[in-house]
């Protein structure tokens, strides 16, 4: 029996989804005590800026190297290793005694975090067939998406109930307890199972140097624009929601801060949606270009709807914007369609990785510039500094729509299906 025909197999998927949950759940969970560390550190908005772009600068950062290395040594170790930074991370930051203290726990998570996309792919490669794979990853994405859900309503009725570190300490303590599970789950029980299978790992030898081949990668145009096109539709989205969006919501409309993360609950209804429907839309059209084109230029007028309402639209229209920001984020998807679609499979991984670099740059930048914008307005009133401050996704998703742009769609459907299937 070998890995891919056994039952066994559900069991790590459910432990990686799992943990994946949980580590997406505290890339935005921070967002919903914005205010309250501002008050209890005395921290400026810069500051608060600062922590979430260093998160997701290690996430960014640590891409591409994280793709190389798990490449060679394989995914197990890196994915255990990840789960284990993003716990003492999390804990660190329930436990923070000053501002110091914050930024360096975030930053243990962000290097956490950048371990687990990659790894996750990778071992679902390895322990379920071609037919299994494509469908799980779909799940994989619900399951972040359900992470997103966790860290709005659910986590801050917590907060309100306990205050907000015992939340960030418990979810702390269980990531620790998931990187432990998943060393039984991916190395120690396979071993044991498996005793008789040769340990069999499969490399994809290159031919050129490293550093050659992201040379060559990166100048060319369909590498750029799937990487324009994430940095569109989900560091704005990403960075928004995990740094300003409860207290844009508590201090420009006078919500709770429970009520403020209904809206991102919203967004993260679109984004669930967003990626099987927009994915069924490009194959039943037999494009991913265009749909993907459709879906940068809403999100780019959604933002700008916020300048056009001068920071402050209307009630009713706030859940729609929401909706429409989370279902871009979704989408966001067929960035790596394309890249399936435009490379050969030894290149996949590389350029996926430059993609999602993209993504969480903006991720990195949105937040820090936008504290920075409401720090100089800080004497005005609190719609006025947003406002300004919404200038910035609008030139992040106008970048994105450049991508969808520079888009190459690929005709050569024989070549790259034998370049897919091996």
């Known amino acids: 029996m070998n890995k891919q025909n056994s039952k066994y197999r559900w069991v790590v998927f459910a432990s990686v989804l799992f943990t994946y949950f949980l ?3 505290q890339r935005t969970a921070p967002g919903l005590i914005t205010d309250q560390l501002m008050k209890d550190f005395n921290l400026t908005a810069s500051t608060i800026g600062l922590m979430t772009s260093i998160q997701f600068l290690a996430y960014a950062g640590l891409q591409i190297p994280i793709g190389i290395l798990s490449d060679r040594f394989g995914p197990n170790f890196f994915l255990i290793i990840g789960a284990l930074l993003n716990a003492i991370g999390t804990v660190i930051y329930s436990l923070a005694p000053n501002g110091a203290i914050l930024v360096l726990s975030r930053l243990l998570v962000g290097m956490g975090d950048a371990t687990i996309w990659v790894n996750l792919v990778l071992i679902l490669s390895q322990w379920f067939k071609v037919k299994e794979f494509v469908g799980l990853l779909g799940l994989a994405g619900v399951a972040g998406s359900m992470g997103f859900l966790l860290a709005t309503v659910p986590f801050s009725s917590w907060i309100s109930l306990f205050g907000w570190r015992p939340p960030f300490l418990v979810i702390g303590i269980i990531l620790c307890l998931c990187a432990f599970l998943l060393y039984f789950v991916l190395v120690k029980k396979p071993k044991q199972i498996f005793k008789n299978e040769a340990p069999k790992v499969k490399m994809v030898k290159r031919q050129e140097n490293p550093l050659q081949l992201l040379r060559r990668i990166f100048s060319t145009r369909q590498a750029w624009a799937t990487f324009l096109c994430h940095f569109g539709a989900v560091g704005t989205y990403v960075g928004f929601i995990g740094s300003w969006a409860v207290p844009y919501g508590m201090h420009v409309y006078g919500l709770t801060r429970s009520h403020a993360s209904q809206f ?5 209804i679109g984004a669930i949606i967003g990626a099987p429907l927009t994915t069924w839309i490009s ?3 037999g494009s991913i270009k265009r749909p993907y084109m459709v879906v940068h230029v809403i999100i780019f007028i959604s933002w700008a709807a916020f300048l056009l309402f001068n920071g402050k639209p209307p009630f009713y229209m706030l859940m729609l914007l929401f909706f429409m920001i989370g279902y871009g984020n979704g989408a966001s998807s067929l960035t790596f369609a394309v890249v399936r679609k435009s490379f050969p499979i030894k290149e996949v991984g590389v350029v996926s990785g430059f993609a999602n670099t993209g993504g ?3 991720a990195v930048l949105l937040p820090s ?23 910035i996704p609008v030139i992040f998703t106008l970048l994105g729509l450049i991508g969808g742009v520079l888009i190459k769609e690929q005709r050569q459907e024989a070549k790259q299906t034998s370049e897919v299937r091996v």
């Not at 991102?264 to 993260?268: C, E, K, R, S, V």
């Not at 936008?370 to 006025?384: C, I, M, P, R, W």
């Open 283 to 285: 194959n039943r059209i």
């Open 369 to 391: 510039i936008f504290g920075k914008v409401l720090d100089y307005f800080h004497t005005s009133e609190a719609s006025v500094g947003y406002q300004y401050g919404f200038i």
């Open 23 to 25: 580590i997406v759940s």
């Open 360 to 362: 969480f740059l903006s």
């Open 264 to 268: 991102i609950m919203i967004g993260l």
